[in-house]
């Protein structure tokens, strides 16, 4: 059965957005808006991962995360805390209370797709696929292997992630600023054309003879792998 994460945000719009994305992602979705709502949820169906906002009506993401952390039952669950307050103390306090990671708004909706998938892996390891299959293409993220069609594909390692990121979202089409953020992070300064060289190189490689290109270039919007879904690209 896929994870499921309890969004816990007073803001509907974010709230939404966030369930649209994660559904589209597989995942089982719930939410509430305040969070002493949240809390009794928790009680009642722990969820495999909390995505929080600081400041909620009712108690406070703080509180709550506090409040999790010391009971028996809901302790395990991974929590992200969302939050406008990014100062470095901020940062500090959500996660000494507890919080297994941090993401300040405005966001990047792939990089906190990509962070809620890498929570869940450390957490729970069986509840994200090691596999991912598009295409006749084969992605193995343990033993970091690529094969198409029997032949394996040797990728370095920024090739390797853009892959991933494009297979876990087959037909999404993603932006250039959204690929650098799920891909390189937000943290770290690519100028957007080194997205086109790394899609170029990534083409090199998987690509052979008459084989297909999987990967779509979509004009004034970005790139897609494989058109099982066919989409729209996601605003951040």
Known sequence: MNAKVLIV???????LLLQYNLEAEGFRVSLARRGDEAEVAISEEPPDLIILDWMLPGLSGI??????????????????ILTA????????????????????????????LARVRAILRRASPTRISQTLEVDGIQLDREAYRVMRNG???????????????LMESPGRVFTRTQLLDGVWGRDVYVDERTVDVHIGRLRKSINRGKERDPIRTVRGAGYALGEKFPGQSLLE
Not at 9 to 15: G, I, K
Not at 63 to 77: F, N, S, V, W, Y
Not at 153 to 158: A, E, M, N, S
């Open 9 to 15: 945000e007073d803001e509907e719009a974010l709230a």
């Open 85 to 112: 307050r990014g100062e470095e103390q901020d940062r500090i306090r959500g996660l000494t209370v507890g919080a297994d990671d941090y993401v300040v708004k405005p966001f990047s909706v792939p990089e906190l």
């Open 63 to 80: 509180e709550l995360c506090r409040r999790l952390r010391a009971g028996k039952t809901a302790r395990p669950i991974p929590i992200l």
């Open 151 to 165: 032949r394996q594909v040797r990728l370095g390692p920024t090739e390797f992630k853009l892959l991933e990121f």
